[in-house]
């Protein structure tokens, strides 16, 4: 754990962070029209990747995507316009949210279906193994995709053909407000079930960025090395709501006791205190990492706001396109 490689994980997560919390601030304004799904609490995994993945590499992700596609390098701009529903968003302000997409850095997509991406990203890690090289394509998705049957297809076929595949799966324990405990056998670890498939699997603390980061690399070696796909599970936490910039812990779905030992487990401050107290970062850098962020995710919601929406022509526009031609209908 170098300084630079500190400064990253740290500069990568306090980015996350701020993104996400400045939406949930400014989501009562009234100008985000459509659902949005934060990762506030979940910054370590999307952070390590970040620090591991090339641009040349291929990922998707679900509808908690924000982190993914920050981290994988997506323009924060078109990524903020997007949810404004701007002309300048990374779907033309049509998609939102749970739509990103950023090609130049090899961000895929990411779609509101759960387990819908796992076919894609199975999908380009064929087109890389065809294309040959060491690039890898990864796919970010929750524990509740691992009950759907697309998953289990998916993962059978990367299986088979040795794909290079990265499936990272963050456990926040909950889809929407329904416990793991009501969804799966509680005698059985996700990652374990997956090792039936024959292929490497590991798993570990979701709030450790280190941890997620040491474990995320031995896999991502292994794969670019031949080794087949491999699947990482990550426990971590989400601190607000299902859907939407509130807390909903009001409602009385998950305890107490659970929520305050998860937020007490800050992957931010867990990570920078161990960082300040070693010497391999200083307040100040801190300070200064900070006002930068804050100074970058301000001048893209004054381009969201400041971009025009979607000309109406547009509204039957890169829904369908022409087989001959790959323009629009």
Not at 64 to 82: C, F, P, T, W
Not at 192 to 197: D, L, Q, S, V
Request: charge should be negative; aromatic fraction near 8%.
């Amino acid at each position: 754990m170098t300084p630079e490689l500190t400064k990253s994980l740290a500069h990568g997560m306090r980015r996350i962070r701020t993104v996400e919390e400045t939406i949930a601030a400014r989501y009562s304004e009234q100008e985000m029209r459509c659902p949005t799904h934060l990762s506030s609490g979940q910054e370590a995994v999307s952070a390590a990747a970040g620090a591991l993945l090339r641009h040349s590499d291929l990922a998707v992700s679900g509808h908690r995507a924000h982190a993914h596609y920050l981290a994988k390098g997506g323009s924060l701009n078109a990524m903020i316009a997007e949810i404004y529903g701007r002309v300048t968003g990374c779907a033309r302000g049509k998609g939102g949210s749970m739509h990103l997409i950023d090609e130049a850095v090899g961000f895929m997509g990411s779609t509101a279906i759960v387990g819908g991406t796992v076919p894609v990203g199975v999908g380009l890690g064929y087109s890389l193994m065809i294309k040959g090289g060491d690039d890898i394509a990864c796919i970010f998705l929750g524990d509740a995709v691992v009950e759907t049957g697309v998953f289990h297809e998916a993962l059978n076929f990367a299986t088979l053909k040795n794909l290079p595949v990265l499936f990272i799966c963050e456990n926040n324990f909950y889809s929407v407000y329904s416990p793991l405990e009501v969804r799966q056998p509680t005698a059985r670890e996700i990652h374990e079930k997956i090792a039936g498939y024959g292929i490497h699997t590991a798993s570990g603390d979701g709030n450790d960025v280190a941890a997620v980061h040491a474990v995320m690399s031995d896999a991502i070696t292994k794969i670019r090395a031949g080794g087949g796909p491999a699947f990482l599970e990550f426990s971590t936490f989400r601190w607000r709501e299902h859907c939407g910039p509130n807390y909903d812990d009001d409602l009385g779905y998950r305890p107490d006791p659970m929520i305050e030992e998860w937020t007490a487990r800050d992957p931010i401050s867990l990570f920078e205190g161990k960082a300040l107290a070693d010497g391999r970062l200083i307040q100040g850098e801190i300070d200064a990492m900070q006002q930068e962020i804050d100074t970058e995710v301000n001048a893209a919601f004054d381009f969201a706001r400041s971009s025009e929406f979607p000309p109406a022509e547009e509204a039957d526009m890169h829904v369908f396109a022409d087989q001959m031609t790959g323009g629009p209908l």
